[in-house]
């Protein structure tokens, strides 16, 4: 488990909060479920060549630091989230909020908290004529899908 904090605006908290307890759920649970809609969407969130895009201003009753523990899929899937959109992961968590609250609050409570839908990740890496190639796997990669040469070189999860 990983132990990390995210910053949120009051609404953002109060709107976490309300439909953690409307759909008789933890806080951490809501959060996942969230920012896991998110990736449906994340090609139309990718961020170019800039530093990570935080929250600005300052929200009107000042920040919430939220702690949170995210076991290791969750933290490596949220982290390379982070890096693709260039967005830290509290401004995806205010995202994912606006974008998706309603679409949750709407499910049936059976139907709610999947988890991350993918189970283990893989880092490889590979070098061809001095170009430097890194592939992430959200899942665990079968034998046969990685290219020749590529090496495995981080994984949590299950076997790769």
């Given at each position: 488990m990983v132990t990390t904090s995210i910053n949120m605006a009051p609404a953002t908290r109060d709107s976490i909060a309300g439909a953690a307890q409307r759909l008789g759920k933890t806080q951490?649970?809501?959060i996942v479920e969230l920012l896991t809609r998110l990736m449906r969407d994340v090609h139309?969130?990718?961020?170019?060549?800039?530093?990570?895009?935080?929250q600005t201003g300052k929200p009107e009753g000042g920040w919430y630091c939220?702690?949170?523990r995210f076991n290791a899929e969750e933290y490596e899937y949220f982290t390379d989230m982070r890096k693709l959109c260039k967005k830290s992961v509290s401004l995806l968590v205010a995202i994912a909020v606006k974008k998706y609250m309603a679409e949750l609050l709407a499910k049936e409570n059976s139907e709610l908290i999947?988890?991350?839908?993918?189970k283990g990740s893989a880092v490889s890496f590979s070098n061809s004529d001095g170009i430097a190639c890194w592939q992430l796997y959200w899942g665990?990669?079968?034998p046969g899908i990685t290219r020749q040469g590529e090496k495995i070189v981080r994984r949590t999860g299950y076997a790769c």
């Open positions: 951490h649970e809501i139309q969130l990718l961020g170019g060549f800039t530093g990570v895009r935080r939220f702690c949170i999947n988890y991350i839908r993918y665990t990669p079968s």
